[in-house]
């Protein structure tokens, strides 16, 4: 390098000025270079650590990305891990039922028309048991109550019929069924191609009493208005009358009563007192002889300064028990009444800290690759 220098400095201005342009060149191949190696390591670092903290690789970099010079396009360093391919998302369900109240379905994203009558109920009647099959027999007996007519079988297949061309209107002619399929001697609506919000019911009932239960009022309340939001009138409404279904409606009826209440609760553990007294004073109207609902709302009264009348709730209760029943308020009720008479610190309200979010886990700085 020296002796290049030396022998620039004597050549003629011409042959410097070659020489100096020779000079960036290389040093811009040099930059390049070093700035291909950095990018890379900078990756590798941030891929790395993201596999540690998340517990699985990021994403690859998109084609164009600078590659490793001391690796061929398209291999990998030995150390790197291979991303592992991200798992495909279940499929959408097929069809939306809608039991909680008169029936209805939703399929690519718009409402369908069910039908008649008869037609609709049998919807009804396999939404109750989506995943199990419901014998012919069965389903007639429920459709004609007790006195099918000569043809009923035959109106049960077309009524099959029909509501496998509402709800897969593309499937191809001669192809098996994928919602409404045929089972033994019988119906089934096939589990993973139909979306039911008896289940996403009971699901946001359940995330709800969780929350409950790990001192979130506001989400349980959240997600109570959710799942009662989801009712429109009594379940499997067309076929109300159907000794096959009474047993989930009937199910699905007092777990809507659970809700309504753990509602109330959440708003009294939320300072919600005064609109708990409001629900619940139409609540115990509609259901006299629940003592959870009459004990919440005693405590909903005595929190919203209104002692008086939450003493005459209790004791309208206890009388109510012992006329129509004969029995005692369970003891919950008459400790509670025993607390509202001495103003037990106990019933204040105390409001709750809401849990910490977790925190977003922190970027490391990269770390100058060694030249």
Known sequence: MANERVTAGLASPGTAHAWRIAELEREVRELRRTN??????????????????TGRPRTPATPGHAQDARHPAGERPPNRPAPHPAPAPAPAPAVVLRALGPIEAVVAGRPVDLGAPKQRALLALLASTVGRPVACDVLVEELWTGSPPPAALSSLH??????????????????????LRTSGRGYLLERRSVDVDVDRFTGRAALAWQLQESGDPHGALRA?????????GPAYAEAADSAYVRPDSARLHELRLSVTEGRCAALLAAGAHEIAVADLE????????????????????YRAGRQAEALAVLRTHQRRLAQELGIDPRPALQRLQQQILHHAPSLDWHPRPRPARPAAPRVRPPVAAPL
């Not at 190696?37 to 540690?52: C, E, G, N």
């Not at 259901?287 to 009459?294: A, D, M, N, V």
């Open 158 to 179: 077309a009524y099959v019929a029909n509501l496998r061309r509402v709800l897969e209107p593309h499937r191809a002619p001669r192809t098996p069924p994928t919602v």
């Open 224 to 232: 109570f208005d959710q799942a009662l939001a989801l009712w429109r």
């Open 282 to 301: 139409a609540f115990v109207q509609d259901h006299p002889l629940r003592e959870y609902g009459c004990e919440l709302l005693g405590l909903a009264l």
């Open 36 to 53: 291909t190696l950095l990018r890379t390591y900078v990756a590798q670092r941030l891929d790395l650590d993201a596999h540690h903290d």
